[in-house]
């Protein structure tokens, strides 16, 4: 790492993470249902991998539980996005992409995960927790869009789902990780 060069650490997930047993079915296979169930009345925004939107794609406000519906609607379909330029086969349904969800920051007492001693070190995060981005007081907060005072996200989408090439928001080398549907790491 010294170097700045690519590094694969290995035994950081286990299964006391909370992501590796609810958002998983014992198949491997990600668990949608338990996000729908547990989750599904909050607001996020889903990508259409197939409608550009000048240099996104195109955006829409939907709760988690309607994406989960758009998630077995597309797996039920034969529509399959062809490339990343987003031309698919011509089906109707489009590709859902659930994107910039900020789970942790919505869901304090869910803690799907313990952040690696690796990566611990995250001073913008750290600041972010301290600093209210808003005005709304904590009782009012609770009727308005969650603080978006985070760069903790959950990213989801189906097979021959994606993102165009971007580079996060501040420029910085970010510590993600993509899993596909088959449990192979793509990023």
Same mark, same amino acid.
């Given at each position: 790492?010294?170097?700045?060069?690519?590094?694969?650490?290995?035994?950081?997930?286990?299964?006391?993470?909370?992501?590796?047993?609810?958002?998983?079915?014992?198949?491997?296979?990600?668990?949608?249902?338990?996000?729908?169930?547990?989750?599904?009345?909050?607001?996020?925004?889903?990508?259409?991998?197939?409608?550009?939107?000048?240099?996104?794609?195109?955006?829409?406000?939907?709760?988690?539980?309607?994406?989960?519906?758009?998630?077995?609607?597309?797996?039920?379909?034969?529509?399959?996005?062809?490339?990343? *330029?987003?031309?698919?086969?011509?089906?109707?349904?489009?590709?859902?992409?659930?994107?910039?969800?900020?789970?942790?920051?919505?869901?304090?007492?869910?803690?799907?995960?313990?952040?690696?001693?690796?990566?611990?070190?995250?001073?913008?995060?750290?600041?972010?927790?301290?600093?209210?981005?808003?005005?709304?007081?904590?009782?009012?907060?609770?009727?308005?869009? *969650?603080?978006?005072?985070?760069?903790?996200?959950?990213?989801?989408?189906?097979?021959?789902?994606?993102?165009?090439?971007?580079?996060?928001?501040?420029?910085?080398?970010?510590?993600?990780?993509?899993?596909?549907?088959?449990?192979?790491? *793509?990023?």
């Amino acid at each position: 790492m010294e170097k700045n060069k690519p590094v694969m650490l290995t035994g950081l997930m286990d299964n006391h993470w909370k992501a590796c047993t609810d958002w998983v079915n014992p198949n491997g296979k990600p668990n949608l249902q338990f996000f729908s169930t547990h989750f599904g009345s909050s607001k996020v925004q889903v990508a259409d991998c197939d409608t550009r939107d000048f240099t996104d794609q195109k955006r829409e406000d939907m709760l988690v539980s309607g994406f989960v519906r758009l998630c077995f609607k597309y797996e039920g379909s034969a529509v399959q996005c062809s490339n990343q *330029i987003g031309v698919s086969n011509g089906d109707s349904a489009s590709v859902p992409y659930l994107k910039d969800w900020h789970f942790v920051k919505e869901y304090p007492d869910y803690v799907p995960y313990i952040t690696p001693m690796f990566f611990c070190d995250d001073w913008l995060n750290l600041y972010l927790d301290n600093f209210r981005m808003n005005t709304y007081s904590d009782r009012d907060q609770q009727n308005k869009e *969650i603080c978006c005072s985070d760069y903790r996200f959950v990213y989801m989408g189906v097979k021959g789902s994606w993102t165009p090439l971007h580079a996060d928001v501040f420029r910085a080398a970010p510590k993600a990780l993509q899993i596909d549907e088959d449990g192979e790491k *793509i990023r």
